[in-house]
């Protein structure tokens, strides 16, 4: 689905990620592991055309993107949910689900609204609230909702379970490996390490911009050297 062949991104001067070379296939999880400030959020804002790619080829559906603005890049099928939720607060959350499928027709909206109040009921028993009012972890949802009404074929998920709490990690988990069982194709940059290992087909590991590691799921969840050699932490896997 997304394919990144010797793939440079930053800004400016500043050159955040050298030389990747990445693929994240339909119906898998990809996790994108490192320590803080090792590109990954900038790999995801690049993908999704806010962050310039500096060298190299951004292939999706076996098409370049490369040079294509963030709203014609969703309308191929690319979504982001990004770091921090970033939900409009004062609007509602059928509100914010709307602008996210700016790029549909109402039919298709529509049809995306349902799946998306299925994926996450909660967000259907708060569908007139403030999105402000939310929890946390119900903010979440709110943004893998508002991307999914896109439509997309590949979700770009940027820390997912950042400061919620245990019950609404395991819920956002849950909701991404049905994505996945229903052929979307996931990139997610998850700071909790363990819990991404655990959900993922495919992992690759930045460090200081350059991929360090990259392994299918088990053979990650199998390797004990990979979270202290790579990623710094001295619990085993």
Do not use: W
Not at 43 to 51: D, E, S, Y
Not at 157 to 167: A, I, K, N, R, Y
Not at 189 to 218: C, F, M, P, W
């Amino acid at each position: 689905m997304l394919e990144l062949r010797g793939f440079a991104c930053g800004y400016g001067l500043v050159r955040a990620v050298e030389g990747l070379d990445l693929v994240a296939p339909p119906g898998a999880i990809t996790a994108l592991l490192g320590p803080n400030g090792a590109g990954k959020t900038s790999t995801l804002m690049a993908i999704a055309g806010h962050v310039e790619v500096q060298r190299g080829e951004v292939l999706f559906a076996g098409e370049s993107i490369k040079g294509l603005p963030p709203a014609e890049r969703t309308r191929r099928g690319i979504a982001l949910a990004p770091e921090g939720r970033r939900v409009f607060a004062d609007l509602s959350v059928a509100e914010n689900l709307v602008i996210g499928g700016y790029t549909r027709s109402a039919a298709d909206a529509h049809a995306a609204e349902a799946r998306v109040l299925a994926l996450f009921p909660r967000l259907a028993a708060r569908y007139r609230q403030r999105a402000g009012s939310l929890s946390g972890g119900e903010q979440q949802m709110l943004a893998i909702g508002r991307a999914l009404m896109a439509g997309p074929r590949l979700l770009l998920v940027d820390e997912l379970s950042l400061g919620l709490m245990p019950s609404m990690v395991e819920a956002c988990f849950a909701a991404l490996l049905e994505l996945k069982r229903q052929g979307c194709a996931v990139l997610l940059v998850e700071q909790n390490t363990h819990r991404a290992l655990a959900a993922a087909d495919r992992v690759a590991i930045l460090v200081s911009g350059r991929k360090a590691y990259e392994a299918d799921g088990e053979q990650a969840r199998g390797d004990p050297g990979v979270v202290d050699s790579f990623l710094g932490l001295k619990e085993a896997l």
